[in-house]
């Protein structure tokens, strides 16, 4: 039982199109989120959902949107990719009692 | 804004060697929480240890165990007995307590471990 899953692990794409990611937990977290991890591995927040309601919005092109359809999924849609998203997204979950993270095992995204 | 710093970009070491990986960071905030986390080639990130900064024990997980020096911002990683498997990058992160919504996981650039047989 996945506790997190990312659907594709990987997905190879061109310049100009549009991709989403998606990902499901089944922990009963209430909190979901979307990590970048550039060429570098550093790891940057993107967004947060708490029970369906974006709370955190770093500074992220607005060609990035999430989406969370309810408090157990949280997509992320990509328009008009450009190389420089090539990256490996994390999706990750945690409860309001709790702190710390379950990640996703990342979806690796190479835009040519 | 807070921020984490992991001074070594690669360790390497023997296995059954003790190795340290230090961090340091900067906050302002008094409760917080201090990870870290293990992403081997495969990718995930699993988390090591949890650290909350009320509590003066340090953490231990078995072979792992961290210094935690409040005053000095210092978190530190202490591997004993390291294993072929222990082979990762490591890093270390901060979050602000919470009390309701959601807390984010800063970062610090990770520090990439090698054990040699």
């Known amino acids: 039982d996945t506790a997190v899953s990312q659907t594709p692990k990987y997905l190879v794409t061109q310049m100009g199109n549009d991709k989403s990611i998606k990902c499901e937990q089944n922990?009963?977290?209430?909190?979901m989120y979307w990590y970048k991890q550039d060429s570098k591995k550093f790891l940057k927040i993107m967004f947060s959902y708490n029970n369906k309601e974006l709370i955190i919005n770093e500074t992220v092109p607005n060609r990035f949107s999430p989406k969370s359809p309810d408090k157990a999924h949280l997509n992320l849609h990509i328009n008009s990719l450009e190389l420089g998203d090539s990256a490996v997204y994390f999706c990750?979950?945690?409860?309001?009692?709790?702190?710390?993270?379950?990640f996703g095992s990342g979806t690796r995204l190479t835009v040519v | 804004a807070q921020t984490v710093t992991q001074s070594q970009p690669e360790m390497s070491v023997q296995e059954a060697e003790t190795v340290t990986l230090s961090c340091t960071y900067d906050?302002?905030?008094?409760?917080?929480?201090l990870f870290w986390y293990k992403q081997p080639p495969s990718r995930q990130m699993i988390l090591v240890i949890r650290?909350?900064?009320?509590?003066?024990q340090n953490a231990t997980e078995n072979r792992f165990s961290v210094n935690f020096q409040k005053a000095a911002k210092s978190f530190s990683l202490k591997i004993s007995d390291s294993q072929l498997g222990d082979t990762a990058m490591y890093f270390c992160a901060f979050m602000k307590q919470r009390l309701q919504g959601a807390q984010k996981l800063v970062f610090g650039q990770g520090t990439r471990l090698t054990i040699n047989p």
């Open positions: 922990l009963g977290h209430d909190t």
């Open positions: 650290q909350e900064a009320y509590k003066q």
């Open positions: 990750a979950s945690s409860h309001v009692e709790k702190s710390g993270y379950t």
């Open positions: 906050t302002s905030e008094s409760n917080y929480y």
